[in-house]
């Protein structure tokens, strides 16, 4: 089977991507490994920017849709000491330009606005051959192929098609993330739910940082960050078996944190999910190739600084808009769109005068926030 343009993946950066060239009539595929839109979770709370998220869906037509699903009041921004104590907080007046919405949902929505059928699901890549003239044979696991005249890997870190175009491969960024939830916060676990309040609340430190942020009802999702080698971890078993005594190890990290804090830890009722942090080279980029293209983290993977999800619906968006402006030149289309994601992607996010009460700002995700804060004074 041929067809003009196949994406592989079906995250957010690849629906995204379908959704613009089904807006402006350009067939496309997208192939995806999972079995279905429900195979596995989709994460938690996103905020879509309006500087690039959601500048990707207007340009998919889908903004009402986004507005429908967006949580209010989870704007709200919150930075603690270790001892609980809050030492600043925006509230969430409607007007902030990040509102947060459940990933699962923004998925749903773009899947929802595309024809049926656009999405193969339990379609896993083996192996992908050039033909010739930008032209791609592309074999999946259950032993059927497809050739197309545009192949766009919107695959992940682990991208099956960025070694046509690239010899770059993602390498452990030097920090983990152990995640967990708890239930019904605002009645069983009423301290912890007060400290997190209303929307999301960070608690930074020199190599360790907590981060939670209240989903829809009062599940409260949080991020255990650590800045350990991957050996450290892989002494930790994360199973089910012994999820306990991992927990109790990364508890140790946090012994002198406000119990309020540690129970994000210790009275998580989902077993802890280690997730390590890849990252690709800064400014990484290729010579053009023709018929192949990437977005998204196949592109540009970094430690989570929130904006990942971001740029891949910016890069779909701008990826789909090229090949519609330039109809009959591919190579054209895939010039412009890899120039503009170059230059976007290697924008190193920096702050200045960003240490508030001795916080490392050199922690990710307390660098995003001390940000936001400094923005809005």
Same mark, same amino acid.
């Given at each position: 089977?041929?067809?003009?343009?196949?994406?592989?993946?079906?995250?957010?950066?690849?629906?995204?991507?379908?959704?613009?060239? #089904?807006?402006?009539?350009?067939?496309?595929?997208?192939?995806?490994?999972?079995?279905?839109?429900?195979?596995?979770?989709?994460?938690?709370?996103?905020?879509?920017?309006?500087?690039?998220?959601?500048?990707?869906?207007?340009?998919?037509?889908?903004?009402?849709?986004?507005?429908?699903?967006?949580?209010?009041?989870?704007?709200?921004?919150?930075?603690?000491?270790?001892?609980?104590?809050?030492?600043?907080?925006?509230?969430?007046?409607?007007?902030?330009?990040?509102?947060?919405?459940?990933?699962?949902?923004?998925?749903?929505?773009?899947?929802?606005?595309?024809?049926?059928?656009?999405?193969?699901?339990?379609?896993?890549?083996?192996?992908?051959?050039?033909?010739?003239?930008?032209? #791609?044979?592309?074999?999946?696991?259950?032993?059927?192929?497809?050739?197309?005249?545009?192949?766009?890997?919107?695959?992940?870190?682990?991208?099956?098609?960025?070694?046509?175009?690239?010899?770059?491969?993602?390498?452990?960024?030097?920090?983990?993330?152990?995640?967990?939830?708890?239930?019904?916060?605002?009645?069983?676990?009423?301290?912890?739910?007060?400290?997190?309040?209303?929307?999301?609340?960070?608690?930074?430190?020199?190599?360790?940082?907590?981060?939670?942020?209240?989903?829809?009802?009062?599940?409260? #999702?949080?991020?255990?960050?650590?800045?350990?080698?991957?050996?450290?971890?892989?002494?930790?078993?994360?199973?089910?078996?012994?999820?306990?005594?991992?927990?109790?190890?990364?508890?140790?990290?946090?012994?002198?944190?406000?119990?309020?804090?540690?129970?994000?830890?210790?009275?998580?009722?989902?077993?802890?999910?280690?997730?390590?942090?890849?990252?690709?080279?800064?400014?990484?980029?290729?010579?053009?190739?023709?018929?192949?293209?990437?977005?998204?983290?196949?592109?540009?993977?970094?430690?989570?600084?929130?904006?990942?999800?971001?740029?891949?619906?910016?890069?779909?968006?701008?990826?789909?808009?090229?090949?519609?402006? #330039?109809?009959?030149?591919?190579?054209?289309?895939?010039?412009?769109?890899?120039?503009?994601?170059?230059?976007?992607?290697?924008?190193?996010?920096?702050?200045?005068?960003?240490?508030?009460?001795?916080?490392?700002?050199?922690?990710?995700?307390?660098?995003?926030?001390?940000?936001?804060?400094?923005?809005?004074?």
């Amino acid at each position: 089977m041929h067809t003009p343009v196949t994406i592989t993946g079906a995250g957010l950066g690849g629906l995204t991507l379908a959704r613009v060239l #089904h807006v402006h009539g350009i067939p496309v595929t997208v192939y995806e490994a999972e079995s279905s839109p429900s195979a596995r979770t989709q994460g938690g709370m996103l905020d879509i920017h309006d500087y690039n998220g959601q500048l990707a869906l207007k340009a998919a037509g889908l903004m009402d849709e986004f507005h429908a699903i967006v949580i209010e009041g989870r704007q709200t921004m919150r930075l603690v000491e270790q001892d609980g104590t809050v030492l600043h907080e925006m509230a969430d007046d409607g007007t902030g330009g990040r509102p947060e919405v459940q990933r699962g949902e923004l998925r749903r929505i773009l899947l929802d606005s595309l024809p049926a059928g656009t999405v193969r699901w339990g379609r896993k890549v083996s192996g992908i051959r050039a033909l010739g003239e930008g032209r #791609h044979e592309v074999t999946f696991a259950d032993g059927g192929t497809v050739v197309t005249s545009l192949l766009v890997g919107a695959d992940g870190a682990w991208s099956r098609v960025r070694p046509l175009l690239s010899d770059a491969v993602p390498e452990y960024a030097g920090t983990s993330f152990v995640e967990t939830c708890l239930f019904d916060a605002d009645t069983r676990h009423t301290g912890t739910a007060m400290v997190v309040g209303g929307g999301s609340m960070i608690a930074p430190s020199p190599g360790k940082e907590i981060f939670a942020h209240r989903e829809s009802g009062d599940t409260l #999702h949080a991020y255990v960050a650590l800045s350990r080698p991957q050996d450290w971890f892989a002494a930790l078993d994360f199973t089910d078996a012994d999820a306990d005594a991992a927990v109790a190890r990364i508890a140790q990290e946090f012994e002198v944190w406000a119990p309020e804090l540690t129970a994000l830890i210790t009275d998580a009722d989902i077993p802890p999910v280690l997730r390590p942090h890849y990252a690709l080279p800064a400014g990484h980029r290729w010579d053009r190739a023709p018929g192949a293209t990437l977005l998204g983290d196949a592109v540009h993977l970094a430690a989570p600084n929130g904006e990942g999800a971001n740029l891949a619906m910016l890069d779909g968006a701008e990826l789909g808009e090229a090949l519609a402006a #330039h109809p009959d030149d591919i190579e054209a289309a895939l010039t412009e769109y890899e120039q503009a994601m170059f230059a976007r992607s290697t924008e190193a996010v920096t702050f200045e005068g960003t240490e508030v009460h001795g916080i490392d700002s050199e922690n990710s995700t307390a660098r995003t926030m001390l940000k936001m804060i400094n923005e809005q004074g």
